[in-house]
């Protein structure tokens, strides 16, 4: 617990997190408000699940955050300090995964409700009340992903340590990478369904009949999309473990 | 008690720390002392559990530092005080810093009242001078109270008013009771602040001693004596087994070595000889430096510790880039 609140006042001390939030607030709001617009004009349904279209962009800004919050230690040295502090990096790396995941689960719900409750006030003809377990998932789903997204990134950032190099592979992958790799005649059919970030959008877009990239629903995407989150915050320590900091 | 048993760390083909073991005795002031780039960083950032040794081991109160519980309650470092992120304020860093190890809150005015920053406490930390940055990192050094306490280099680039903060305040340390290992790659400052001294040059321990020893083994004194019979002086004193050699700066001199100044006068009013000068030469602390330092490159290196090529050999060929 004590390491959780060191990362809490490590992370609420520098201005950097609520530009941060604001900026992923106000992106997935704004996004919604477009698609709401358009949607209106052009004559289409309107879905709970629509509202959150714009959630990637969300998410493109939470990593960035998740991804600072190690690599500017690294670039101006704090985790030098962090580790004298605390010489099991282990712990110490699981706790800012901790407090940075937390406050995207946060950042995530305060979008994705944001974005929901724009499109509601946009399009009063269409029915977008959460009736349902699967209008739950589409909508408070952001948070999880969120979460789990930003354990990505800063899994990331301990690996890489340089920011630049940390956010281009974050962003490349979670924004282009994956569907590029789709795209490919033959090999897309066979990767798609291991693609981490296709498997987060599955688990949010999907309806409850669909059997999911892996067969297993939506909440086994999002079950994979966690697994290899894990995965990565579990090498990223072993390295940080064996490496002279 | 800081202790190191065949402390080694090679990057690559470079070795920069090669076998060292040392303790550092509690209660006093420990100068470690070496050119740049002689591995004094690198070996303390060893005994704090940032780097691996290759071999060898570095304990601390007889424990590796990583089995250290709540370590800053111990052992207290300042290795570089740039490592603050540059737009959080003093009191946060120390804030978090006190968080990590459960250092109650108190002890944070505490130490920011001794290091003198309790006015610019909620500043950012980028905005303030080295002087400044150095005195929060001896505040975060001091927040868990610790019986030892580790300094890198804390004089490098500050100015004089700065210089003479910390060393008085090292000595009020020390006059604590605690144990604090300090290094320079200056002799003068450490004669100054360090009652003993590591020696290391390349990474391997020179000598391990009390600084006035150091200081008296190593700046060998010699006596000038100016004559204008120094056919007759030098006669007189080879005769009685003294080591005489012209005076390369001056005629009519003659440097003596391995005696004192009477017995150079007794010699000479026995031979009849009458003097124009009787001088000690006194070695300076730098001379001392080099000429310890300069046998080990000759030693290890196998090259010529003549002239002047022996600093820039020194300060080059231990350095390693992170």
């Known amino acids: ?245 | 008690m800081i202790e190191t048993r065949g402390l080694t760390k090679r990057y690559g083909e470079t070795t920069a720390v090669d076998d060292l073991s040392f303790i550092v005795e509690p209660g006093r002031v420990t100068g470690f002392l070496g050119p740049n780039g002689s591995g004094k960083s690198t070996t303390m950032r060893m005994i704090l559990g940032l780097d691996r040794p290759t071999a060898g081991m570095a304990l601390v109160n007889g424990r590796p530092y990583q089995h250290l519980k709540d370590p800053l309650r111990t052992i207290g470092a300042l290795l570089d005080a740039k490592w603050v992120h540059p737009n959080r304020s003093a009191r946060a860093h120390l804030r978090w810093l006190a968080a990590t190890n459960r250092i109650p809150d108190a002890r944070i005015d505490a130490v920011l009242d001794q290091v003198g920053l309790t006015a610019v406490a909620d500043r950012r930390a980028g905005a303030f001078s080295l002087g400044m940055a150095q005195r929060l990192g001896i505040a975060a050094a001091l927040l868990g109270d610790p019986e030892i306490l580790l300094f890198d280099e804390p004089v490098n680039g500050l100015d004089p008013e700065g210089i003479v903060w910390i060393r008085q305040f090292m000595k009020q340390l020390a006059g604590e009771g605690r144990t604090i290992l300090v290094s320079s790659h200056l002799l003068p400052e450490m004669a100054l602040t360090a009652s003993d001294l590591l020696v290391i040059g390349r990474g391997r321990l020179i000598t391990a001693a009390s600084t006035t020893d150091f200081v008296e083994s190593a700046s060998h004194s010699t006596v000038r004596v100016g004559t204008l019979q120094i056919e007759e002086l030098t006669g007189a004193l080879r005769g009685a087994g003294v080591p005489v050699e012209p005076d390369p700066e001056k005629d009519f001199s003659l440097i003596v070595s391995g005696t004192n100044i009477a017995r150079v006068g007794v010699l000479a009013a026995d031979a009849g000889v009458v003097l124009t000068e009787l001088s000690v030469q006194q070695g300076s602390l730098e001379d001392a430096f080099m000429h310890i330092t300069g046998h080990d490159i000759e030693y290890t290196a196998g090259g010529s510790a003549e002239g002047s090529d022996r600093i820039p050999a020194l300060a080059g060929a231990g350095r390693w880039t992170r």
């Open chain 1, 1 to 245: 617990m004590t390491l959780i609140a060191a990362e809490r006042i490590k992370l609420v001390s520098t201005r950097s997190p609520w530009w941060s939030a604001g900026a992923a607030v106000l992106a997935s709001v704004g996004m919604s408000a477009l698609i709401a617009v358009t949607t209106a004009k052009d004559g289409q349904i309107g879905t709970v699940a629509s509202t959150q279209l714009g959630y990637v962009l969300g998410m493109a800004v939470v990593m960035l955050m998740a991804t600072l919050a190690v690599t500017t230690e690294y670039s101006v040295g704090t985790i030098r300090t962090t580790f004298m502090a605390v010489p099991r990096r282990g712990p110490a790396l699981i706790a800012k995964a901790i407090v940075v995941g937390t406050l995207a689960a946060v950042i995530g719900l305060v979008a994705a409700f944001g974005a929901w409750a724009i499109s509601l006030v946009l399009l009063p003809e269409f029915d977008l009340s959460l009736a349902g377990p699967d209008d739950w998932r589409h909508v408070a789903g952001v948070g999880l992903v969120y979460l789990i997204a930003a354990v990505i990134a800063v899994s990331v950032g301990t690996l890489v340590r340089h920011t630049a190099g940390a956010v281009s592979l974050v962003l490349v992958w979670s924004l282009m990478a994956e569907q590029l790799l789709q795209i490919i005649p033959g090999v897309g059919t066979t990767v798609g369904p291991w693609l981490p970030f296709s498997a987060a959008k599955e688990f949010l877009a999907a309806d409850g009949s669909a059997d999911g990239l892996l067969g297993a629903g939506p909440w086994g995407s999002i079950a994979y999309f966690a697994l290899v989150a894990a995965g990565l915050l579990t090498v990223s320590i072993a390295v940080a473990r064996r490496r002279d900091a």
